[in-house]
């Protein structure tokens, strides 16, 4: 009798995992990689930090200015490798509002940002994804370790979830067992 039920909740949960290939992208939620145009088709990317847990998930705004998460933080420690998550070229190294920032245009229009990362690299330089843009640095806001907050924006200013650049995410599915 609990295995039809399993089986619709683990059906809910894949298809709200993966939205349809003719969903709209609006302003008010984040778009997924399959649904803009250009990137996924050239692009491949990977976590700048490998293996680390996201600490703060990305949050749209409810609209372009409002209050939200525009991209995700995370985890790790003071001095880590931070990785370019993609192929680009270094279109700011320094630093805003105090705080150390590296960001990468893609060749899609895509850009990345991260921040607390202090530099290894030079606006200008070109960068393939897993090469190390520079070291993770403490100071981020709202995290109760060092974490680095990742960031992508479309062209138009849109920000994304950039964790939907990886691809689709894995479910896994367990036997059920019955106390």
């Known amino acids: 009798?609990?295995?039809p039920w399993v089986l619709t909740v683990?059906?809910?949960?894949?298809?709200?995992?993966?939205?349809?290939?003719d969903a709209p992208s609006g302003r008010n939620s984040?778009?997924?990689?399959?649904?803009?145009?250009?990137?996924?088709d050239q692009d491949t990317f990977v976590l700048p930090v490998p293996g680390a847990p996201v600490f703060t998930?990305?949050?749209?705004?409810?609209?372009?200015?409002?209050?939200?998460?525009?991209?995700?933080?995370?985890a790790g420690g003071p001095?880590?490798?931070?990785?370019?998550?993609?192929?680009?070229v270094v279109a700011f190294a320094g630093t805003v509002?105090?705080?150390?920032?590296?960001?990468?245009?893609?060749?899609?229009?895509?850009?990345?940002?991260y921040e607390p990362v202090l530099a290894s690299v030079a606006a200008g330089a070109d960068v393939r994804a897993g090469d190390v843009l520079g070291t993770l640095q403490d100071g981020h806001p709202g995290c109760s370790t060092s974490c680095l907050h990742w960031g992508a924006r479309l062209l138009d200013g849109d920000y994304l979830d950039p964790m939907s650049?990886?691809?689709?995410?894995?479910?896994?599915?367990?036997p059920w067992v019955d106390p």
């Open 57 to 74: 998930p990305f949050r749209a705004p409810a609209h372009r200015y409002g209050a939200g998460h525009r991209g995700v933080d995370l």
């Open 79 to 88: 001095g880590v490798a931070v990785l370019a998550a993609g192929d680009g």
């Open 97 to 113: 509002a105090g705080r150390p920032v590296v960001s990468v245009q893609h060749p899609s229009g895509l850009r990345t940002t």
């Open 30 to 40: 984040p778009p997924a990689v399959a649904l803009v145009a250009g990137v996924g």
């Open 165 to 174: 650049l990886l691809g689709p995410r894995r479910v896994r599915l367990y």
């Open 10 to 21: 683990a059906g809910l949960l894949l298809t709200s995992l993966t939205p349809p290939a």
């Open 1 to 3: 009798m609990r295995l």
